[in-house]
């Protein structure tokens, strides 16, 4: 399996930017399919965005499309996560996770998760 560590997270003002990082060790980094989640307290957690192990194939919530961007760099062991135009109800903790090849988009689906990062918006 692959360890996940978070990082990036913090207090914004709304309309504000930050970007999320996630460092992955362990072998084969290449060769998983990655996805950023966030979980408020008191409900599930929802899928934020994902994005194949080539890189070259991504997905996103409807309510983060034009805000989020996720990227790799698979010479880091790194997936991105920029955020901008932030919002309020952008506040949660967010979580990386990994999982083999395929680009999915399920919380069941990822094996591997990280610690989570809290990101705060102030209106």
């Known amino acids: 399996q692959v360890q996940l560590v978070e990082s990036g997270g913090g207090l914004v003002q709304a309309g504000g930017s930050l970007r999320l990082s996630c460092a992955a060790s362990?072998?084969?980094?290449?060769?998983?399919?990655m996805g950023w989640f966030r979980q408020v307290p008191g409900k599930e957690r929802e899928f934020v965005s994902a994005i194949s192990w080539t890189g070259d194939t991504t997905s996103y919530a409807d309510s983060v499309k034009g805000r989020f961007t996720i990227s790799r760099d698979n010479a880091k062991n790194t997936v991105y996560l920029q955020i901008n135009s932030l919002k309020p109800e952008d506040t949660a903790v967010y979580y990386c996770a990994a999982r083999t090849f395929t680009i999915r988009t399920m919380e069941s689906d990822f094996g591997s998760w990280g610690q989570g990062t809290q990101v705060t918006v102030s209106s």
């Open positions: 362990g072998r084969a980094f290449r060769t998983y399919a």
